[in-house]
């Protein structure tokens, strides 16, 4: 029994629900090629910036790209300054033609090669900055070494890889999510779909913050 009394009515649907990290901020990280993992620096549960080191690679494929770039860069620059050289002994009349297309290609032999090496290194993922500070010294870590970055700020919510461990680009090393946000997936019955569209308020409870209540809007 209950004791009658006046009150606003509400038209409320229970709804058991899952909580799930938000989808669109949410990333999955693989290296771009094979590699053994040296270090891993960051743990489960860890708060992490975008362009953080989350592990230090070793992959012996990626130190001879870099070899073969530096290679291609120096065979580049000698015959480059080689052209010029034989271009203005050619237009003084002191060298031969044939001096100077032997030098001219050379030369444009050297750039093609030296083209595909750095196209080589920025497929696997290497961009214009790491390309260049590692070709102005050779000096530090070796060649062979990569860094996996974070793409996004969030949560390091899954840690698959461990020290030692050998994995290729198919392989997932970690998974970050932004929680600042997060998804909760209603189960509705069917016969109350007519009562939900976008835009309704909704109150979620759950049991590991007894008697607070969470609001959020339908966005699907």
Avoid: M
């Avoid at 012996?60 to 065979?75: M, P, Y």
């Avoid at 444009?108 to 030296?114: E, F, G, I, P, V």
């Avoid at 530090?140 to 461990?162: C, D, H, K, M, W």
């Amino acid at each position: 029994t209950a004791l009658i009394e006046r009150r606003p009515f509400r038209d409320e649907i229970s709804a058991t629900a899952t909580i799930t990290p938000n989808e669109y901020r949410l990333v999955h990280l693989s290296p771009r090629i094979e590699g053994r993992i040296i270090e891993v620096q960051a743990e489960l549960g860890q708060q992490v910036k975008r362009g953080q080191v989350l592990a230090l690679f070793d992959s012996i494929e990626l130190g001879q790209k870099k070899s073969d770039f530096l290679q291609a860069k120096t065979n580049h620059d000698v015959d480059k300054r080689n052209y010029v050289r034989e271009e203005g002994l050619y237009k003084e009349r002191i060298t031969s033609e044939k001096e100077f297309l032997d030098a001219k290609g050379r030369y444009d032999k050297s750039l093609a090669a030296y083209r595909a090496a750095h196209e080589a290194l920025r497929l696997i993922g290497l961009s214009e900055k790491d390309i260049e500070q590692f070709d102005c010294s050779t000096k530090g870590q070796p060649l062979s070494y990569f860094p996996l970055v974070a793409s996004l700020n969030g949560t390091v919510i899954e840690r698959t890889i461990t020290s030692g461990e050998l994995i290729s680009p198919k392989d997932k090393a970690f998974t970050i999510a932004d929680l600042s946000t997060v998804w909760i997936i209603l189960d509705v019955y069917e016969h109350n779909l007519a009562a939900v569209r976008e835009g309704i308020e909704v109150e979620i409870t759950i049991d590991a913050f007894p008697g607070e209540i969470f609001k959020g809007t339908i966005v699907y």
